[in-house]
């Protein structure tokens, strides 16, 4: 069995990059600047509503480290001439990030927030966090390609 | 100023997602599935990183360049941790979108990605009522 059928140059280098654009704000700012975010901090601009409040002093920089991503993403499709579309089924998306969505809201981090930013301060628990979501997210993808659910 | 810096610190992170294909789902559920196990490698290059940066930069620079301090990451460990892990997983599991992926993947012209997004959104107000 082949670990890496793709090759491992653009996974390492992409990695270096993202670890880059991490330290690049710890630099600049002294931020631990994790993803997820973005999400309540963008909603916080429209409603203080339960937790929600506490954004008010990180909301501007969520939302700006969230639109670059958005916009790195997109220069180096222009600069590389790559673009894509998923033909993953649009339920899949919509109710998977249904569920990331509120569950990293609850668990305060996600993939780089624990898993990048946490990992890489060495917290406890955000290593539980990260065997935790990948753990389960395995079993339910094995799941879902087990019924059947293509793709 | 600070928001420029973060802005593109977010350029060359979600430059870093395209790159190494995370903004693809379909490389994310094959990695879940183990048929591939690339995100391994983006996961512990950019925590190699990250790591240096955080235990080096303090000690090179009294403050960080844009003036402020230097965070440090503190988690407390607790039920919701866990728990909201296992559910961002199962999303994770089912759409091979995380918060940062899917960011990334509307850069890369993924036009569907935007219902995970909105998806995301739903969630994330769905946890307010829930605050502690």
Known sequence: MELFPLGVEHYILGGLLVGFGVAWIYFW?????????????????FTTRGDLKKYANSRSWRIAFGLGIVSGAFLFSILTGSFFVTKVQLWRLFFGGLLVGFGVRISR???????ICGLSSLSFPSLVAVLTFMSVAILTAFLISNLGVLP | ?????????????????????MAKPEVVLSFLQLKDLGLLLVMGGAVL??????????????????????NHYSRSLDK????????FGIGWGVSGLCPGAALASVGVGNYPVLLGIAGMFAGAYAASFLSD
């Open chain 1, 109 to 115: 981090g996600c993939t780089s927030g624990h898993g």
């Open chain 2, 49 to 70: 990183i990250a790591m240096i940066a955080y235990k080096a930069l303090p000690r090179i620079m009294r403050r960080p360049a844009l003036g402020g301090k230097f």
């Open chain 2, 80 to 87: 919701r941790v866990v728990l909201g892990a296992a559910i």
């Open chain 2, 1 to 21: 100023m600070r928001s420029l810096a973060i802005y593109s610190g977010g350029l060359f992170f979600g430059a870093g997602l395209a790159l190494s294909a």
């Open chain 1, 29 to 45: 700012t002294g931020i631990v600047a994790g993803a997820s975010g973005f999400f309540g901090a963008t909603l916080s601009l």
